[in-house]
Structure formats: structure tokens, C-alpha cells
């Protein structure tokens, strides 16, 4: 699969003698993890993936050379029984994606280092990691951290920022940039699972009154969002000020200290 991670910060690139050189105190690992999944009629089943890796890898790239910070190999697989039932969507139960999570950071641990930094682009994955990274805080005194995607995207309009779930302007305007070639853009459909103008108390997501949802119940084509505004020249834009955000983040990470220490 196509990758934009530095390979001197790949750590599956590495020797375990080059690996046991590291600082086990400071080196910060950064596992991604995503999805393989249905992303409409346009997009391809791996767009969480490609994202992940064209995010982290812009935002490796932003970094001071002498940080030491190495991304994982991807867990490509998540938990994406929202959108079982479209072909090729490739679903793990949550027991086994958490033990997944759970494997890899006792491996971690198990060679001494001590940060963890779970990289999260598929929606679906997010509650899980978020129990996983303070069960390996309690399990194994870890120091984990959770960062999620690159932040807004400027100038998308308050419908598509809200409700622009899956395969909508923001992920096709980034595989626009990065992999244009796998973005079918006269597949385009639409489909939205609320309005930004709606009264009711009872939202899909993001408030104190919420419903389950799976995608078939609201989008026969699996698109959740709008993706006929996207551009390449917006990908590459959002693409900029998103890793700048990932890589601040992945150095306050670094640099990050027991609160009762400072």
C-alpha cells in the first residue's frame, strides 16, 4: 500500500539492534490505526488507511530530526460493523480489535519503552481506543495518548462540517491529492444523516441525546456527506494544516510530563 511515513521513522524498517538503541524513556511510538471498509461509489475501500498514512507521514516529516519518534506498522482492520453488509468491508469484533491493542502495547512494554500514541483516522475505532489507552495506563503504566485525525477542515460549509461522516468533501478532497487515481469522481452521491437546521434533542452523535445508527439505514450508496466540492488543491491544503497539527501534537506528546512533576 502506498506510504508517505519517512522510512527512517518507520520503525518495521529498523533492526531490533537499531531499535534497542533507542531511549526507552523518550522514544514515542505512534500505532495507526483504521479501517478497511466501503467508502461509496467513488472511494476506495482503504481510504482510512491512505489517510492515516498521508496525515502521519506529512506531520513525521514536520518533525525536529533528533526527536525520536517512530510510526508502527497500521492495524488496517477496525471495528466497522456500521457498514457490514456493502462488499469488501472487512470488520473486526471489538474483543478482537482490543486485543489487538492490548498485544501490541504488552510488546511495547515488554521491551521497555514507556509512550504509546494510538493514531486514529476511522470514527468507528474511536470509543474502543479510548477505554484501551487508559486500560494500558492502568495494565501496564503506560503513558498512552490518543490523537484523532488532523482537526477541521477550513472553509468546509457548517452541513458538510457536521454531518460529512464517510466518503464526503474532506476525504475525497484528500485522495484527491495524495491518490487521485483511486478516486472515481463521476461516481459521486449524497447522502446526510442530519441537518445542521434540525431542533430536536436527538442526534446521530456529539450531544447528550443520541441514536445508534448503521449506514444502510441512512445511505443506500455508503456515503454519509457531499464530496462534490472537493478538489485536489483543497486536499493538499487541509493536508498542510492538518499535519502541522498532528506533528504539535506528536511533540507536546514527546515532551509530555506527570502533571504532579511540573
Known amino acids: 500500500m502506498k506510504t508517505w511515513i519517512p522510512p527512517e521513522r518507520f520503525l518495521p524498517y529498523l533492526t531490533w539492534k537499531q531499535v534497542d538503541a533507542l531511549p526507552r524513556d523518550r522514544t514515542l511510538m505512534v500505532l495507526p490505526t ?32 533528533d526527536l525520536p519518534v517512530y510510526a508502527l506498522a497500521p492495524v488496517h482492520y477496525g471495528k466497522s460493523n456500521e457498514h457490514v453488509g456493502y ?48 486500560d494500558l495506563r492502568d495494565e501496564l503504566g503506560l503513558r498512552t495518548f490518543c490523537l484523532y485525525g488532523g482537526g477541521p477542515a477550513e472553509g468546509v460549509c457548517a452541513q458538510e462540517a457536521a454531518y460529512g461522516f464517510h466518503a464526503g468533501e474532506v476525504e475525497t478532497a484528500l485522495l484527491l491529492a495524495g491518490t487521485p487515481e483511486l478516486v472515481h469522481t463521476d461516481q459521486y452521491t449524497s447522502n446526510y444523516i442530519a441537518r445542521v437546521g434540525d431542533p430536536g434533542l ?58 504532579l512533576e511540573r
Open 34 to 65: 483504521a479501517a478497511i471498509e466501503q467508502h461509496g461509489h467513488h472511494l476506495p475501500l482503504a481510504t482510512d488507511t491512505l489517510i492515516n498514512n498521508l496525515l502521519l507521514g506529512h506531520a513525521l516529516q514536520k518533525l525536529p530530526k
Open 87 to 134: 462488499p469488501g468491508t472487512l470488520s473486526l469484533h471489538r474483543d478482537t480489535f482490543m486485543a489487538v491493542l492490548r498485544d501490541l502495547g504488552r510488546s511495547l512494554k515488554a521491551a521497555g519503552f514507556q509512550r504509546l500514541v494510538f493514531f486514529n483516522s476511522h470514527g468507528g475505532n474511536h470509543s474502543l481506543i479510548d477505554v484501551m489507552a487508559r
Open 202 to 259: 436527538l442526534k446521530p452523535e456529539f450531544a447528550s441525546a443520541t441514536f445508534s445508527w448503521l449506514t444502510r439505514d441512512i445511505a443506500p450508496s455508503g456515503v454519509m456527506g457531499d464530496p462534490s466540492p472537493a478538489t485536489a488543491e483543497n486536499g493538499w491544503r487541509w493536508c498542510e494544516a492538518m499535519s502541522d497539527r498532528i506533528a504539535r501534537a506528536l511533540v507536546e506528546m514527546h515532551d509530555f510530563q506527570e502533571i
